[in-house]
DNA sequence: GTCTATAACGGGATAGAC
DNA sequence: GTCTATCCCGTTATAGAC
């Protein structure tokens, strides 16, 4: 009875602590007096600090990860074959994140801050807790961007949902909120204008065609007037 | 005479730990291993470890940083104070990231790999670590920004600044290419193609109008009939 | 299921010889 | 400048009482 309270509890102070100071930077200790449980306690319910994280994790991502997949099928199953538009599918794959974010935000909860974080953890432990979560999703969205966007080799598809991973996590960190210039003001990463934007930004940057290949990172750059060296 | 080359193998070995597995995940006992330096060492050179993370840092980012603001200065002086283009204001930001990162990695190094994870470290730690570096090139390039686009507001360019920032750190984490799907193929983050794929994104990112504020997160999302792309 | 107690180890930092 | 040795504390994980 109470198991359950404590298993929660442990959860969300883990959510918590994850999500401001990384997993290495956290302790069970730390968790465990956030929780106000005993440190025993974590052990018996997940067994070790590895697949608390991974525990933590899968209880946002999955429900998360399963209404994205349920609105890529319902545009999917609209458009008949005939490719499913690239604002559609940004849509259905940004904006879960961002109604899970916004409603567990108002219950004081970081999620938002969670996922970002857990992007730049150390390579194993991200293929160890955070892939299965997305190998999924990932296949998807893939596969139905490249058909909407029939022209663009898949090589440049997936760059440039690497593109959009980056805005997104960047954005859900919201660490920018602190370390940004305060004088241009401290927006909400999370408000309905936010998104909008974002969605904007990310649609037109997709569609972007690859420039006449001009410059390269080798050659200097395009200043016409100015010397340079 | 030993010093300088003691305190470079120090600098060069916390280079690439701080980079694979953050600072919290780092000991200076593994730095000192990798190094091949005694412990004691590490203190009298550098005193903690935090002031290690910062000479370590501030290392490749001061250049850059002179790097990008020595060529907005060559931008500004050519414009005439006409507005410098976006392509150029976000050329001038990006490509010393990208040609440090690939001058180092020739070398074996991971200043890359460290910039994209520094950026994802606990709020405090950043602002005493990073911010510093950050300051001048932030304001600068948000004010070429905010003229060369004098129709967008400036909270909208700072929201947008971060979009860019996003991508790039993203990109230098280099993540995906192993978590991403391999069969989208394992580009290199610092070729020159996805150096250009990724300024045509962003610029045109930059320049996308704000959408006539139909949609909004609370609302639901625009799947019509199965319509266009 | 929850507790106390402790094992077994690694962490950052420092003193002081050389 | 570089070393050894050590202090002192925190870490994960486990054993076993209740």
Redesign the interface.
Known sequence: MASVETKERILDAAERLFA??????TSLRSVTKAAGVNLAAIHYHFGAKEALLREVFARRAAPMNQERLR?LD??ET???G???????IL??FL?PV??LQ?DLAAEGDVWGRLI??V?????DL??AV??DQF?EV??RF?DALSR?LADMP???????M??V???????L?G??R????PE??G?NV?S?D??????????????????S??????EE??????S?G
């Open positions: 401001e100071r990384g997993f290495a930077g609105r319902e545009l609209a458009a008949q005939r490719g499913v538009p690239l604002e559609s849509d259905a904006r961002m109604h916004r970002g974080r992007y730049s953890e150390p390579v991200v293929e955070l892939k190998v990932s296949r893939m909407s898949p090589a440049e598809v997936h760059r440039r690497q593109f991973i980056g805005v997104l996590t960047h954005s960190t660490l920018h602190r370390a940004g210039l241009y003001g927006e999370d309905d936010s998104f909008e934007s974002m969605l904007a930004f990310l649609a037109a940057g997709f569609r972007a065609p690859l420039r290949n001009g410059a390269s990172v080798a750059m395009p200043v016409k007037e100015a340079e």
